[in-house]
Antibody, heavy 118, light 108 residues
Framework: EVQLVQSGAEVKKPGESLKISCKGS????????IGWVRQMPGKGLEWMGIIYPGDSDTRYSPSFQGQVTISADKSISTAYLQWSSLKASDTAMYYCVRHESGNAFDIWGQGTMVTVSS | DIQMTQSPSSLSASVGDRVTITCRAS??????LAWYQQKPGKAPKLLLY???RLESGVPSRFSGSGSGTDYTLTISSLQPEDFATYYC??????????FGQGTKVEIK
């Protein structure tokens, strides 16, 4: 079964760092892009950025450039989304997604809820 | 960036109704358009891609159409399990790939 399994919910304080993960299985991890999508409480979906684990080519939405870092470790089929200094406004559900170049997001992780509160 | 304008933002419908949701892109996107369904507390699920191609396992009551800048998702006969929020998304050319604001389909 093709799936993306994300790490568990996190509760952090403003200013703390965080790295969440997304592990792919059931397919060739290096042959598909992995993206990240944010959903703030009660709001819509926002595309954050993508990485191609095969060569670590990474692209960011201008809205998230410099705010987060996307990385991947192809040896363990895992992609990451990290923050160096969290803000309360980072409180959201984060989904990882799989897609082929030029195609839609066909597989979604279950989501990781990040709560940032003092 | 390409902006996606989805309408309506919400609608109320009854089981068996025909429902139509529209999505307009700020520029032509050559059918690089997907539709997703999201139920409360769940991750979104891909319904259609390339504007009109049904993802495997998705019921045939869902259909998509359109070209250029204007696209439509139609549910031919609304079922109880279809009450959810629907999002369009463009994945044309280079990123960022943007979503519409969502349409919440509620029970009348």
């Amino acid at each position: 079964e093709v799936q993306l399994v994300q790490s568990g919910a996190e509760v952090k304080k403003p200013g703390e760092s965080l790295k969440i993960s997304c592990k792919g299985s059931g397919y060739s991890f290096t042959s598909y892009w992995i993206g990240w999508v944010r959903q703030m409480p009660g709001k819509g979906l926002e595309w954050m950025g993508i990485i191609y684990p095969g060569d670590s080519d990474t692209r960011y939405s201008p809205s998230f450039q410099g705010q987060v870092t996307i990385s991947a470790d192809k040896s363990i089929s895992t992609a990451y989304l990290q923050w160096s200094s969290l803000k309360a406004s980072d409180t959201a559900m984060y989904y990882c997604v799989r897609h082929e170049s030029g195609n839609a997001f066909d597989i979604w992780g279950q989501g990781t809820m990040v709560t940032v509160s003092s | 960036d390409i902006q996606m304008t989805q309408s309506p933002s919400s609608l109320s419908a009854s089981v068996g109704d025909r429902v139509t949701i529209t999505c307009r892109a700020s520029q032509g996107i050559s059918n690089s358009l997907a539709w997703y369904q999201q139920k409360p507390g769940k991750a979104p699920k891909l319904l259609l891609y390339a504007a009109s191609r049904l993802e495997s396992g998705v019921p045939s009551r869902f259909s998509g159409s359109g070209s250029g800048t204007d696209y439509t998702l139609t549910i031919s006969s609304l079922q109880p399990e279809d009450f959810a929020t629907y999002y369009c998304q463009q994945y044309y050319s280079t990123p960022p790939w943007t979503f519409g604001q969502g349409t919440k389909v509620e029970i009348k």
